[in-house]
């Protein structure tokens, strides 16, 4: 199926949020996440079955003011 | 002070815009804040920015106040305060949510009803205004304990632009700590907040884009300090007439009339 992660495209087989972020390369890291505008909680993300079309947001601290 | 914590630096300092991690670094220490602004952006699998930034954030041992920058929608704002709560492992959000683009002025209405949910939620909310009352109050009652007021436009350096405002809501909420958040562009303007009584100040880009952060830092952190105690020293209200300082009785008579 096709997600958008940050808006680029992927063609990915796996089927849940956690599955699809390690194959991305963000295992182990220090993010955040939203599907389709919803926050998804770390913790969530094991149960998190995405869908062809599914929009995730991943993001990672930054400098602020 | 803020939400049952108690801090020594009423000087709050933004980790944004400056010339490099060192300088920020050096800065913070030379305003002494415990305090600092952070936020979140998207970042790829390959990208490490954010990663080495946490660490940085972590090696300061400072607590965070994470901000919802860049949100222009209660669903926006809401949904970035709930990923910056898991991120930076806070209950703390410095709430913007913005109504124009250009002068960056907060959506009021917006920032209410964000406010409500998050407390709701269990978010220790520090709202970022303006200088209105009603709004302010709105605040309180939606479950803020902190409120911080801009000054100005955020980045514009113009000091307290409506200094009347900011009095009023000082004598409208005693005991609600205040802070003004934004506009401040030299530490005059930072002293002067704290004179009127302000609980403390939040900026950023006064200090990172002077042209010596470090030392900027140094001079605000002073300013917020003599500001403060110039404040519990209860300053002169200013006066229409003349008052000679020196005593006139007693004044050897020389031929004058």
């Not at chain 1, 087989?13 to 505008?37: E, M, P, Q, W, Y």
């Not at chain 2, 926006?76 to 806070?90: G, K, N, P, Q």
């Amino acid at each position: 199926m096709q997600i958008f992660l940050n808006d680029d495209a992927h063609d990915v087989d796996a089927a849940t949020l956690a599955a699809v972020l390690d194959s991305l390369g963000f295992a182990g890291r220090k993010i955040a996440t939203a599907v389709n505008g919803r926050f998804v909680a770390a913790a969530a993300r094991p149960a998190t079955k995405l869908a062809d079309g599914d929009r995730i947001e991943v993001v990672a601290p930054m400098q602020g003011g | 002070m803020f939400y049952g914590v108690n801090l020594s630096s009423r000087l709050l300092l933004g980790t944004a815009r400056y010339p490099s991690p060192a300088v920020l670094e050096r800065a913070i220490k030379a305003s002494g804040a415990e305090v600092v602004t952070v936020s979140l952006r998207r970042e790829g699998g390959t990208g490490r920015a954010g990663q080495s930034f946490w660490q940085f954030i972590q090696s300061l041992g400072l607590r965070v106040l994470p901000n919802t920058a860049g949100c222009h929608s209660v669903k926006e704002a809401v949904t970035t305060a709930h990923m910056a709560r898991e991120l930076f492992d806070t209950p703390w959000i410095k709430l913007e949510v913005i109504g124009d683009a250009d002068t960056l002025q907060p959506d009021v209405f917006g920032l209410v009803e964000a406010a409500r949910i998050l407390a709701q939620d269990g978010f220790e909310v520090f709202p970022y205004t303006t200088e209105d009352l009603v709004v302010a109050d709105r605040l309180v009652e939606a479950g803020c304990r902190v409120l911080m007021p801009w000054g100005a436009p955020i980045g514009s350096a113009r000091g307290l632009n409506n200094v009347y405002g900011l009095k009023s809501l000082r004598a409208h909420f005693p005991d609600i700590p205040l802070v003004v958040d934004a506009g401040l562009g030299v530490p005059s303007h930072a002293a002067a907040a704290m004179e009127l009584g302000y609980d403390a100040v939040l900026l950023n880009t006064a200090v990172a884009e002077a042209g010596d952060p470090v030392e900027m830092a140094r001079a605000f952190a002073l300013a917020v300090e003599a500001g403060r105690a110039a404040h519990l020293a209860r300053p002169l209200e200013p006066r229409d007439m003349a008052q000679p300082s020196t005593p006139v009785i007693g004044k050897a008579a020389l031929g004058g009339l």
